[in-house]
């Protein structure tokens, strides 16, 4: 069993920064993906950045150059760096594990998410 924590959400204004954390409790982490997602109302979940076991990245079209993930397999931890953040950004963020090693694997642990709010 994997469990993820989220940390680190809140408001903001358009043009701030914030950091997300996930913390994980799974023995193998640094075997993990990790990745980050978001949902705001009406509009569909999307992934917003992934990071690969061996530190290969994906983003979001929407937010590349805006956006940071990272990971400390000693904290087993996973951040996303936010910054330039604009209204669009506003959704809950979910922090996930993909704990497969097969490119089609679901996402199969996930966090309890956590608001981000960016004022206008």
């Known amino acids: 069993q994997v469990q993820l924590v989220e940390s680190g959400g809140g408001l903001v204004q358009a043009g701030g920064s914030l950091r997300l954390s996930c913390a994980a409790s799974?023995?193998?982490?640094?075997?993990?993906?990790m990745g980050w997602f978001r949902q705001a109302p009406g509009k569909e979940r999307a992934l917003v950045a992934a990071?690969?076991?061996?530190?290969?990245?994906n983003y979001l079209d929407s937010v590349k150059g805006r956006f940071t993930i990272s990971r400390d397999n000693a904290k087993s931890t996973v951040y996303l760096q936010m910054h330039s953040l604009t209204p669009e950004d506003t959704a809950v963020y979910y922090c996930a594990a993909k704990t497969g090693r097969n490119f089609y694997a679901s996402y199969d642990y996930w966090g309890q998410g956590t608001q981000v709010t960016v004022s206008s």
């Open positions: 799974g023995r193998t982490f640094s075997t993990y993906t």
């Open positions: 990071i690969r076991s061996g530190g290969t990245t």
